[in-house]
């Protein structure tokens, strides 16, 4: 069982940049591919971007592609996600999660444990 905790969420004027972090226990953690999504009020949760188990292969969603950059540490068991050039759309709670496949899924179904999230508040 892999248990995630999200950090690094905050308050970020448009333009500016967050680094999510996401920290998982165990001793498995370079076995699961990991994700990350989020949700605005209102709206389902979003899939942006997941890394295979040994990080060689990274996928995002249009949403982040050329803004937001997902990398893992196995040796330290944290997942990030580099956000860039934000904009007030992407308000939202930001959730890591973890898939015992090696490159994961686009769809929350995909994954087995999540996070309980991070809130990233853009003002314009």
């Known amino acids: 069982q892999v248990q995630l905790v999200e950090s690094g969420g905050g308050l970020v004027q448009a333009g500016g940049s967050l680094r999510l972090s996401c920290a998982a226990s165990?001793?498995?953690?370079?076995?699961?591919?990991m994700g990350w999504f989020r949700q605005a009020p209102g709206k389902e949760r979003e899939f942006l971007a997941r890394?295979?188990?040994?990080?060689?292969?990274?996928d995002y969603a249009d949403s982040a592609k050329g803004r937001f950059t997902i990398s893992r540490d196995n040796a330290k068991n944290m997942a990030y996600l580099q956000m860039n050039s934000l904009k007030p759309e992407d308000t939202a709670v930001y959730y890591c999660a973890a898939d015992r496949s090696v490159i994961g899924g686009t769809i929350s179904n995909a994954y087995d444990y999540w996070g309980r999230g991070t809130r990233v508040t853009v003002s314009s």
């Open positions: 890394i295979s188990t040994s990080g060689g292969i990274t």
């Open positions: 165990g001793r498995t953690f370079g076995t699961y591919a």
